[in-house]
């Protein structure tokens, strides 16, 4: 018999658990041997019932989406499924924890299910670009109605023990372990006291209402949930038919380059777990301390506070102590408003929040986060004072931006115990956490800073250090594409569009308008000196911030507001454009979205690749979590490197090099990409 099952029997009843670490994947082995397992029991004559559970945390995740490749390989899903519903003998699947996708479908197509208290089941394949592909679209609505189901797959939402009893997906809640909760419903069956029914049996009634009100919702969806809808749809078909439609969809789907994004959107954020650090000892970090109760300062100590770990907030006089503590507490009453913080955690959080205005208050914490404005000087200055009245082990480390975290350690006489842990704002939603390593950061730093930041439920990426870092770095690069677009001829709603139709939530003038023209301002100011004379530079931006135009909050910016609300463009800022324009004897051309966009993610990638070139980032897919988790990267394309591969290295390489032609300096093929061709190397493969 396989490794991933175990196989039992108790008396008249014969238990199969699936016993595959770390969470049960159903991969093709699993599928063999659950298949295998059945028929063993099915052909023994003392086994009159069958009960399915899952060993460890979960009863399964599901389908092995790194396996996904050899789906079509049998018995396939559909078809070990199919061969549960049809087993002469009852079927009793027991979960506990976690049954989630195909899992869940493997259940659904048992003749009875039980839920361990706790338990939590979904279809969440549409998150991953599919629709349930082993009948969750056709055996959800026989057992919960067409409603439901709808809502239950086109979300991919979690649903708790308690709703899956009221919607009857479960026939039971019951405490213990899934193992002896199976055997007791088995027993039960057994009895006479608990029906057990083959879901293919049901009959689904049609709801038209509730099919025609989620089409006119998921009209403007990614494809899975519209195609999920589909699917659904043919639940009213004799069982077979509707299967077969399913399938069918499912296997389009797979197909399918949304897929293939949020796949590598799922893996990304656990890849970046994976560092040449991981494994050294984590120190343990029992209270923080924060420096700076600003924007970030203040969501940094929220951010905290939701994970439940104790937090110092250090300000530099009492009227910013009451202003700090007022916005942080005002994140956690939003956290508490939303359902992410519970009552009672929301009390403790407020009894573990300290806010002081004296540094001394940091003697006794484990890591201190410098939150403080951009100036070198200033922060070389408060460090060399942490260094002086934190403890010997304590950790230091900033939230800076773009600075040298090099020459911040160098004011300590602890470099080994110093990083960057950049946050993004809002910080205590936003998940990119980068985890910067200076030349001297030893790996338990590292490793430590890795452990916090699951701790806190963000994704950390291991960056070196250089400007901006791999986020901003790459930022300033693509942005300065949308801004020599503008002075070329195209307006700037124009630009935002193209690229919220690409799929950002917001454009970048937009986005800018949101963050304060004055912001991108000081960046400019302080990089003046080094800008290189070859450099293209618009002043458009300036030019509007010298009107006092600074974005929503000064009601104009690139847009007008209304009560913070968005109204439209602003002519005054796109009559600057004009006369710049004119003034540099520009003539105006077109362009179209496409090539709007081709030129952002080129300039994206042209940045992303010296990053990688410079062992900036460690691996292509660092830049993507960077950019999916931290700048509203449409997470169905799955990161600017994974998009690179779809795109091509000669296409990539044959752009810059026709952009080249009316700006050399900007556009320069990197030396890797060139590399890339003669080998016929992917990012992927670099993963
Ligand atoms: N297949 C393969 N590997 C999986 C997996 C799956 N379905 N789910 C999780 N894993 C892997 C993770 O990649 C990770 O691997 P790593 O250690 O090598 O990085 C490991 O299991 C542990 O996962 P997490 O770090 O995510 O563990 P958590 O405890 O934080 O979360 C979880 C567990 C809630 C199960 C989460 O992993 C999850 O949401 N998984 C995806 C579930 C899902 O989408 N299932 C549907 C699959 S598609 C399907 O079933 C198609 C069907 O309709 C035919």
Redesign the pocket.
């Known amino acids: 018999m396989s490794e991933f099952v175990t196989i039992e029997r108790e008396g008249e009843i014969g238990l199969i658990g699936m016993d595959k670490p770390?969470?049960n994947?159903i991969g093709v082995a699993l599928r063999t041997a659950i298949h295998e397992a059945l028929s063993d029991l099915i052909s023994d004559q003392k086994i009159k019932a069958i009960v399915l559970y899952g060993a460890g945390r979960?009863f399964s995740?599901?389908?092995?989406?790194?396996d996904f490749a050899r789906s079509a390989e049998q018995p396939t899903?559909p078809e070990v499924l199919k061969f549960i519903n049809d087993c002469p003998k009852p079927v009793i699947a027991a979960m506990h924890g976690?049954a989630?996708?195909?899992a869940l479908?493997l259940a659904l197509s048992a003749h009875l299910r039980v839920g361990i208290a706790g338990l939590k089941v979904a279809l969440?394949?549409v998150?991953?670009g599919?629709l349930?592909?082993?009948g969750?679209t056709q055996r959800l609505p026989r057992l919960a109605g067409m409603a439901a189901a709808i809502d239950i797959i086109c979300t991919g939402r979690e649903v708790s023990a308690d709703e899956a009893l009221r919607l009857g997906l479960v026939a039971k809640v019951v405490g213990g372990s899934s193992r002896d909760a199976g055997v007791a419903a088995a027993r039960d069956v057994l009895a006479g006291k608990l029906a057990a029914i083959p879901t293919d049996d049901l009959l689904v009634e049609t709801d038209d209402n509730a099919v025609s009100a989620a089409k006119a919702r998921y009209a403007n969806a990614l494809t899975a949930p519209q195609t999920a809808l589909d699917a659904i749809s043919a639940a009213t078909l004799p069982i077979d038919e509707g299967l077969a439609k399913e399938r069918a969809l499912f296997m389009a789907l797979m197909q399918g380059e949304e897929r293939a994004g949020l796949v590598h959107a799922?893996?990304a954020e656990?890849e970046t777990l994976k560092i040449p650090e991981a494994g050294s000892n984590i120190r343990s970090v029992e209270r923080v301390g924060v420096v700076g109760g600003g924007t970030m300062g203040s969501g940094i100590t929220a951010a905290f506070c939701l994970a439940g770990i104790p937090v110092s907030l250090i300000e530099t006089d009492s009227q910013r102590v009451i202003k700090a503590r007022e916005t942080v507490e005002k994140y956690l009453a939003g956290a508490l408003k939303r359902g992410k913080l519970t009552e009672q955690d929301h009390v403790k959080a407020l009894e573990n929040l300290v806010t002081s205005d004296e540094l001394n208050d940091l003697a006794n914490v484990d890591l201190v986060i410098e939150a403080i404005f951009e100036d070198m000087n200033a922060k070389t200055d408060l460090f060399a004072k942490l260094d002086k009245l934190c403890k010997p082990d304590a950790i230091l480390s900033s939230n800076t931006s773009y600075l040298d975290i090099n020459q911040i350690a160098s004011a300590t006489s602890r470099p080994a115990a110093v990083l960057g842990l950049h946050f993004f704002s809002p910080a205590h939603i936003m998940r990119l956490l980068e985890v910067v390593v200076t030349d001297n950061t030893s790996p338990d730093i590292v490793a430590t800073a890795f452990d916090l930041a699951r701790q806190l439920k963000k994704v950390p990426v291991r960056s070196g250090v250089c400007d901006g870092f791999i986020g901003n770095r790459i930022l300033s690069r693509y942005r300065k594409v949308c801004e020599y677009l503008v002075l070329d001829g195209v307006e700037f709603d124009q630009v935002d569009r193209a690229l919220t139709d690409f799929g950002f939530a917001m454009g970048p003038f937009a986005v800018s308008d949101l963050a304060g023209l004055d912001i991108g301002r000081a960046a400019r100011e302080r990089k003046a000196a080094s800008r290189p004379p070859q450099e293209r530079y618009s002043r458009v931006a300036d030019l509007i911030c010298e009107q006092g135009w600074f974005g929503r909050k000064t009601g104009k910016g690139y847009y007008l507001y209304s009560e913070g609300k968005l109204i439209g463009p602003n002519p005054d800022a796109q009559a600057i454009v004009y006369k710049e324009r004119a003034a540099l004897e520009l003539v105006p051309k077109t362009f179209t979205d496409e090539e709007i966009v081709a030129r952002y993610i080129t300039a994206m990638i042209q940045e992303a690749v010296t990053v990688l070139e410079e062992g900036v980032a460690l691996r292509p897919v660092d830049i993507d979590a960077v950019k999916l988790f931290g700048y509203g990267f449409p997470r169905h394309r799955g990161g600017p490197m994974h998009l690179a591969d779809q795109i091509g290295v000669s296409e990539l390489i044959s752009r810059i090099e026709t952009y080249a032609e009316e700006d050399a300096y900007f556009w320069q093929v990197p030396q890797l990409l060139r590399t890339m061709k003669n080998e016929g190397q992917s990012f992927a493969e670099m993963n």
């Open positions: 770390p969470v994947a979960f995740a599901g389908a092995d989406i790194k899903l976690r989630l996708g195909g479908e969440p394949e998150k991953l599919l349930p592909g082993a969750g799922f893996l656990r």
